[in-house]
């Protein structure tokens, strides 16, 4: 069975700091989403990471994956309020009929003025 | 329209109740996937339509849980005989239906069975 582990599960952190969030998997997969969830909201897409060694970069963000390692990083550069959030990895499997997400258990960010 | 719709946006049940959540994916999108999200976890995976067939429903946690898509396009949860355990966040996502393709969600229907 898929197990999509984050780490940490809960950040606080004050405002201008940096620090990366870990999405490890358990199975092989070479495609992996962050999405952000705001409280009451919809999961907002991030990042689509498509093969290893991909890097993708947005603001303050930046993802990466290394699919041999299973695991990938989403950075966070001079965190400001705004990123507050629910930030969830999730591996796309590829079933025999289709594609399906199994997501991480998300990480709570709270960024401190 | 511009996104995954889903209605209502929350729903209180009395145990035993039968309850129905609707999807409107965006239009055009091919697959729509439902996820179930309890509180402080990530989604997990429900089942899964490409156009009207139902592809895969293999979490769908009990016979007590069904989803249609009759006509390829809006789908509905249907969840018979509540229980408690089913209190959680209901999520619906779609994609265009090609492999690799983005799933876009909505905001979901917050299930509260009392």
């Known amino acids: 069975e898929l197990k999509v582990e984050q780490n940490p599960l809960f950040l606080s952190m004050q405002e201008g700091k940096n620090y990366t969030i870990y999405c490890n998997y358990s199975?092989?997969?070479?495609?992996l989403y962050w999405y952000r969830q705001d409280p009451g909201k919809s999961l907002e897409s991030l990042f689509v990471l498509l093969s290893n060694g991909a890097v993708k970069q947005e603001g303050r963000l930046m993802a990466s994956l290394d699919t041999k390692a299973r695991l990938s990083t989403l950075h966070i550069t001079a965190a400001v309020h705004d990123l507050s959030a629910t930030y969830f990895c999730?591996?796309?499997?590829?079933?025999?009929?289709?594609?399906?997400?199994?997501f991480g258990a998300g990480t709570i960010l709270r960024v401190k003025s | 329209g511009a996104g995954v719709s889903q209605s209502p946006r929350y729903k209180v049940a009395k145990r035993g109740q039968d309850v129905a959540l609707r999807c409107d994916p965006i239009s055009g999108h091919v697959s729509l996937f439902w996820y179930q999200q309890a509180l402080g976890q990530g989604p997990e995976f429900l089942t899964y339509f490409q156009n009207e067939a139902q592809l895969d429903k293999s979490g769908l946690p009990s016979d007590r849980f069904f989803a249609e898509r009759p006509e390829g396009s809006v789908s509905t949860l249907k969840i018979q005989r509540t229980q408690q355990e089913d209190s959680a966040v209901y999520l619906c996502a779609s994609s265009l239906g090609l492999i690799k393709n983005i799933q876009y969600f909505g905001a979901g229907t917050r299930l509260s069975v009392l």
């Open positions: 199975t092989t997969s070479d495609r």
């Open positions: 999730a591996v796309d499997i590829d079933g025999e009929y289709g594609n399906k997400l199994v």
